[in-house]
């Protein structure tokens, strides 16, 4: 008995033991200064500070479900990884739209934009990929969402949970799309807005965009153009 309680204290000792250096090896923070970037697509925001891309007033728009304010984003090895503050809520139907340019600003060859809202870029261009999503106006969720390429004419895929997650409850967006989609480009310029339904034309972004100030949501079927996207580190 005293032999078998020698040998398990032995071997708890053996086993129990961490490995030299284990207590003294800083935990990986995922904070940049390594390649491996740490996002969980969970609608929960594990951004970091130096991944802010983008930002915008709180309030600068009077209806709170149209109000953007934080943009993140940053590139990985494989994968673009955005997120954003969605206010949105239940009784409020409206869009969000990501526009995204690969490795420059220019026009895609697109004559309008593909969910016919009024919205384009400076100078009347669009870009080569859009993300669209619909927040429905009866429940405080996203019942559409698309990720839309332009080849000569708009293409359309239905993208579902495993590309974003809508967290309501978190007032949180979460995207993550894969730089293949974009054809593993060098570098991404992105800019996030949202505004209503067809014919209806950018309500507030982020970044802030200097043609796109409204106090007040404003549905007079005039064309906006975005102006401020910004390269995605
Ligand atoms: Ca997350
Ligand atoms: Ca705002």
Known sequence: MKRLFFVISILL???G??????FFNPPDTGNGNNNQVAHLLDGVNDFSMDEIAGIDKVGDISEPNLDLDTLWAV???SMLYIGFNAHSSAGYGMSYGIYIFTDSIYGSGAGNDPWNRL???TGGIYPPYVVYFWHADNVDSITSAQFITFN????????GRDVFIYNGSLDFMEVFIPLEWLGNPESIYIEVFTTGGENSH???TSPEDGNVQFPDPEWTQTTVSLSSAVPVK
């Open 13 to 15: 000792l053996i086993w």
């Open 17 to 22: 033991c961490p490995k030299p250096g284990f």
């Open 75 to 77: 590139k990985g090895d």
């Open 119 to 121: 919205v384009d870029y």
């Open 152 to 159: 000569g004419s708009w293409n359309y895929t239905d993208i």
């Open 202 to 204: 950018a309500q507030d």
